[in-house]
């Protein structure tokens, strides 16, 4: 009997410890690599995992789930911050905002292009190219 209480002990410990880290490891990495696919982070995939789950729901009770609310403070000192803008400068800074953003929604698709050119293989050789050798 004792050695079979032993053996289930340590069977126990086996798992809460190494396995389910393992586990948990490879949970992990395979939610980050589909949301790599996805063109998402692995926190915007797990969002949509919990919209589908439980439905739709205001975007303050999705960060209150998610624990995500941490952004508030910032939100709350920048909106004070703007108190001290008058509407000319507000304005600028809006346009300023949205015209960059575009920028550099427009210059991370031509990365993304451009790295996934990179790693196609090439007809010849069946190997990947790299920008840095067709010089």
């Known amino acids: 009997m004792k050695a079979a209480s032993e053996s289930k002990h340590k069977l126990a410990d086996e798992i809460v410890g190494r396995l389910a880290r393992r586990h948990s490891t490879a949970v992990v990495l395979f939610h980050h690599v589909v949301a790599e696919r996805l063109g998402l982070g692995p926190t ?3 969002c949509l995992d919990l919209l589908r789950e439980r439905g739709a729901m205001a975007g303050s009770d999705l960060g209150a789930i998610t624990g995500l609310t941490v952004i508030d403070p910032l939100r709350r000192d920048v909106a004070a911050l703007l108190q001290n803008f008058d509407t000319h400068q507000l304005t ?4 300023f905002l949205a015209r960059t953003t575009d920028l550099i929604y427009r210059h991370a698709a031509l990365l993304r292009a451009e790295t996934i050119s990179d790693v196609r293989p090439t007809r010849t050789t069946g190997r990947a190219s790299s920008s840095n050798n067709a010089q």
């Open 44 to 46: 915007d995939h797990k």
């Open 92 to 95: 600028a800074v809006a346009d």
